[in-house]
């Protein structure tokens, strides 16, 4: 163990014998440093890994506090979709959504964005120009269909957390995350085959099937644990389902990590009845605590698990670079990359291999998971604030996404029409599910520095939830 896990393990106990009481000012840096003789780094080092941990908060200009548990909403409801495969609506809402672009007098509570004017992004920025200054003609011409090189190298490191040891050469660069799903369902699917989807499922995934002509088949899932593993077998019972495609680490939109017991045996299933996953782990890098948790796929044996990810949500979507391990699929995943977009550009590819192997790119996650953990608690406590009493929040343990539930009543499409004009947009429920389903619920994002601006706006919506909601159900919150 290193030193500075040696000292928040100490500290840790500590809080949790109640030595240190919440909300209780814990000793300064050079405090600890000299009481234990360590170096100033190690302390903080410490510090920041049991904020991972939510058992310390940091205070600008006040120093380290033991974290105070806050009033907690209900969570939302274990889902019921139709089980039955269906085909994808929804599209022209979605259209709505990513075609807006930001601007002055708009905030975009609904759009999947990271925070990217953090300054640990600045190397990433440095790296992008110098391979555009230094004339490298390397960055202008095409690379390898499977990617650069370098940037393989690197993601194959980064993979060791995750409990995967797949080689460079079993992976393939994509034009983001979208990509490699649609490349991966294209390379074991066919138009209308059927897919299990967790439920509710991102809007992009779904759209991707609508395009392949795909059924989806809605599993139900728990907000604290994932798809209900007894209904994905039923379905894989009753149905000829040809693939399971699922988020388990920091979902989007419910935000949950699956146990890896349940990640065992829902590979287990797969097995049994010959289906691949397809694992999208977009935000598997941004969980809030340390280690990071297990993928699917460093469970899997036989190569079924074509595992999809990149680095729109954990650096930033304009650099539109993924990536997809497809295991026994690489050959056919190859020949869909190469006829759908050929080779991804390879001047971020570059730069994004400087950056991780300079050490930027995990200093980069350490910041970002602890921001995002301190934004999810107080966008939280702004969603208690402001909305109705009974608005049910779930509780992510990584992303910055938050999946709201309404009264059953309620229409969170119309509620996005009333807040259009006052300068909101939000992501409408019913966008992540293929029936249309979760009309009253909302995805709202929490990845930026949460100003008295963005205050003001979700102020604004649970103003317009409390004068839309018919009188005969929620009541406003009272202080």
């Known amino acids: 163990m290193t030193r500075y896990a040696t000292l928040a393990a100490i500290l840790s106990q500590r809080i949790q014998q109640g030595l240190y009481p919440a909300g209780h000012r814990l000793p300064s840096v050079r405090t600890l440093s000299q009481e234990h003789g360590v170096s100033i780094s190690t302390v903080q080092q410490a510090y920041r890994l049991l904020e991972e941990q939510r058992l310390v908060e940091a ?79 390397r960055s202008l011409y095409y690379d390898s269909i499977q990617g650069v090189a370098a940037l393989r190298e690197q993601v194959a490191r980064l993979l060791l957390d995750s409990g995967c040891q797949i080689g460079p050469d079993q992976l393939l660069i994509t034009t983001g995350c979208q990509e490699a799903i649609s490349a991966g369902l294209r390379a074991v699917c066919q138009p209308g085959d059927i897919v299990a989807v967790d439920s509710p499922c991102f809007h992009g995934t779904m759209q991707t ?62 097995q049994r009845h010959d289906a691949a996953i397809i694992e999208d782990d977009v935000y598997g890098d941004i969980a809030y605590h340390y280690p990071r948790p297990r993928t699917i796929k460093s469970f899997d044996e036989d190569g079924r698990v074509l595992l999809c990810s990149s680095f729109s949500k954990t650096l930033a979507p304009g650099l539109r670079v993924g990536w997809i391990a497809p295991g026994r699929y690489l050959e056919r995943v190859l020949h869909m990359k190469f006829i759908g977009s050929g080779a991804t550009a390879t001047q971020p590819q570059l730069a994004i291999a400087e950056f991780i192997r300079g050490g930027h790119y995990l200093q980069h996650l350490r910041r970002m998971r602890a921001r995002y953990q301190q934004n ?42 009333h807040l259009e004009p006052q300068g909101v947009q939000i992501a409408v429920g019913s966008i992540f599910s293929a ?36 009188s005969s159900v929620l009541q406003p919150q009272t202080d």
């Open 59 to 137: 205070r600008p200009k006040s120093g380290y506090f033991v974290h105070t548990q806050r009033a907690q909403a209900e969570l939302p409801a274990m889902t019921a979709p139709v089980q039955r495969p269906v085909d994808i609506s929804q599209w022209e809402q979605v259209l709505e959504l990513v075609r807006s672009r930001p601007h002055e007098g708009l905030i975009q509570l609904g759009r999947g964005m990271p925070d990217i004017a953090e300054p640990t992004m600045k190397p990433l920025i440095v790296a992008l120009r110098n391979a555009a200054r230094h004339g490298d003609l």
């Open 376 to 417: 999810r608690d107080r966008m939280t406590d702004l969603i208690l604030k402001y909305f109705p009493a009974g608005t049910r929040v779930s509780r992510p343990r990584g992303g910055f996404m938050l999946w709201i539930e309404l009264d059953e009543a309620f229409d969170t499409l119309r509620l996005n029409r």
């Open 209 to 270: 099937l609508k395009g392949l002509g795909i059924k989806a088949l809605e599993i139900p899932t728990d907000p604290l644990t994932g798809v209900s593993l007894a209904a994905l077998e039923m379905a894989l019972e009753q149905w000829p389902v040809k693939a399971i495609l699922l988020t388990p680490n920091c979902n989007n939109p419910l935000g949950y990590i699956m146990p890896d017991a349940h990640k065992q045996r829902l590979l287990t299933l797969a």
């Open 435 to 470: 029936a249309g389903k979760y009309r009253n619920c909302l995805r709202i994002n929490y990845a930026p520095k949460l100003t008295a601006e963005i205050e003001q706006a979700v102020q604004r919506v649970g103003a317009t939830i409390q004068r839309l909601m018919p």
